[in-house]
């Protein structure tokens, strides 16, 4: 009998997401993704001083506040073709792999650990045996039966007094939970060491930006000074206590991700080997490219390679413009927006529209429309292909590249699990390749922190270059694009400036590549082929579908929770 699996919200996530899974019998023969929420933002900047874009459109998300505020400065410095100083580069290469890291530990452990881990189980583990599991694979210092006994304690605690707080509503005791005792409580304390460490590392982005989320930014560079001097000296300029405390920083980020992030993702892929088998989606991967050594725009300089890879063939990277009119474009055929133009045509986002066109039922309703509209997302295609982006897309890229150290981590990682290459392309996959994502990116930071300490103590402190800074300067038109590789995957910003206004703005996120409904053409996107064939132990509690998006980890728009009048967060799964 056919059937449709509704999960509204997704929890977990940042953002409101809805899926629909099409059921023959308990197989997942098609689904549908669904952006329940509508973003404005382009609409708001447009007549605004380009220069504070990315101060609204930072907003468009609560928790990758930098990058989107980055794009937009880049989006400006691209139009204008305005240099920014070499210490500038370094310093938003430092945070913009410090989201990564930050980012990426957070999701594993907050957002996408709990598909694996069976929470309550870890009341049964036995500490002693926990902290033998915990120094087999690993130096991390905090494995001691105590410690291990005391996290247990505090669970316990949680559970009798019916206080699960962030761990309620899970699916404990699902047949699907394959993790023994021990492992589920080593990975219970971790997730609690994490709040904690993520907590401090964070701290990067305020010394550099001010404050975390929603740091400073500027067009030309970036806002915070450099002092040679110290103390009362340096006034508020970063000086050589702060410099060390970024250095700090840094071994911190490095430490967990080497003693506890990496250890970990690999000991949970053990026991989960048949999700390397699932999940893939549509075989086509995309990157921007991103941290330049030399400045934006100098692609060649690039640590993350741009490009484009179709049907898993890694023997060829295509090339990649964003500029091309006929290359990236968005489609509105199943979206709730239209085009003056009429539905069935894509716009590069130069020439893109956002017009709110909902023909809907009013919320709540019972199923999709899944044959007219069907989502708040847009659909992008790359030459009228979809595409996956993010952590593996890039792992990807750089393999293909023949980056030596990628290679290392990737082939090392498979050995381990005795599995081959092909077995990134998965759920599974997804989830090893940010890990490993991690790990690279924390060795490089020591690189940048290097190589910005070298530019201070030879003499040069610029972070910010006044030269274009008069509109006066300006030509009357001009559009450039700010792109990047934001943690979830390639983002791009566009942006028309006429008469020194703001004319068009249309940004291009992550999820929206991921998460966006099918084209004209009845083309998935990658959550909605990643799902299909999925199958599901019970409909009603449908972990897998929640592993596999979760292996995404989606970014829809801002964070707002979903709460009854008592202030209870609500999960609605329906089965029709």
Request: charged share 20%; with cysteine; glycine share 10%.
């Amino acid at each position: 009998m056919s059937t449709r699996v509704v999960i509204d919200p997704i929890t977990r996530i940042e953002g409101h997401l809805r899926i629909e899974a099409q059921m023959d019998g308990g197989t997942v023969q098609k689904a549908y993704s669904s952006g329940t929420m509508v973003r404005g933002v382009e609409t708001i900047v447009q007549g605004r001083d380009p220069r504070d874009a990315w101060a609204f459109v930072q907003r468009i998300c609560g928790v990758c506040t930098l990058v989107h505020g980055l794009a937009g400065v880049r989006a400006v410095e691209d139009a204008l073709r305005y240099p920014i100083p070499p210490n500038a580069e370094l310093i938003r290469n430092l945070m913009v792999a410090a989201q990564y890291v930050h980012d990426h530990v957070m999701h594993f452990y907050h957002l996408h650990a709990l598909d694996w881990v069976d929470i309550l189980s870890a009341l049964n583990a036995d500490p002693k045996a926990t902290s033998e599991l915990a120094q087999s694979i690993s130096s991390y210092p905090r494995s001691s039966p105590g410690y291990f006994k005391d996290v247990q304690t505090r669970l316990k605690g949680f559970v009798e007094a019916g206080q699960l707080g962030i761990f309620a509503q899970g699916y404990w005791g699902h047949p699907a939970y394959r993790l023994p005792a021990e492992a589920n409580l080593m990975a219970v304390a971790h997730y609690l060491d994490a709040l904690a460490w993520q907590r401090d590392v964070a701290q990067l982005h305020a010394i550099f930006g001010g404050k975390n989320p929603h740091p400073n930014l500027v067009v030309g560079g970036m806002p915070c000074a450099i002092s040679i001097e110290s103390g009362s000296q340096a006034g508020t300029a970063l000086d050589v206590l702060g410099l060390e405390r970024v250095r700090s920083l840094i071994g911190q980020m490095r430490e967990f991700v080497e003693q506890v992030y990496v250890p970990d993702t690999l000991a949970i892929a053990g026991f989960y080997k048949d999700w390397f088998e699932r999940g893939e989606g549509i075989g086509n991967f995309m990157c921007y490219g991103d941290f330049p050594a030399k400045g934006f725009g100098d692609r060649e300089s690039y640590l993350v390679p741009g490009g484009v890879i179709l049907n898993r063939d890694l023997s060829r990277i295509r090339e990649l413009d964003l500029n091309a009119e006929d290359e990236i474009q968005e489609f509105v055929a199943r979206a709730w927006y239209d085009y003056g133009a009429g539905k069935e045509g894509g716009l590069h986002p130069y020439q893109g529209e956002t017009r709110f066109a909902y023909t809907g039922p009013e919320p709540p309703y019972q199923q999709l429309d899944v044959e007219t509209q069907y989502s708040w997302l847009k659909s992008p295609r790359w030459r009228g292909q979809p595409v996956e982006v993010g952590p593996l897309a890039r792992v990807l890229m750089l393999y293909a590249s023949g980056d030596v150290r990628i290679g290392e981590l990737v082939d090392g990682a498979l050995r381990s699990l005795e599995l081959p290459l092909e077995a990134l392309y998965s759920t599974m996959g997804r989830t090893a390749a940010r890990t490993l994502e991690t790990q690279f990116m924390v060795e490089a930071m020591d690189g940048w922190y290097g190589q910005l300490l070298a530019n201070i103590r030879g003499g040069d402190v610029r972070t910010f270059n006044e030269e274009l800074w008069s509109p006066d300067t300006w030509p009357k038109r001009a559009q450039g694009v700010g792109y990047m590789e934001a943690p979830r995957g390639a983002l791009g910003h566009w942006i028309v400036i006429e008469e020194g206004k703001t004319a068009n703005y249309q940004a291009v996120v992550p999820s929206t590549w991921n998460a966006g409904p099918r084209d004209a053409q009845d083309q998935r996107g990658p959550y909605e082929a990643a799902l299909e064939g999925h199958v599901l132990s019970n409909p009603e509690q449908p972990i897998e579908i929640l592993r596999t998006l979760h292996s995404f980890d989606p970014c829809i728009a801002c964070a707002v929770h979903l709460t009854d009048p008592r202030g209870e967060e609500l999960l609605r799964i329906q089965v029709r």
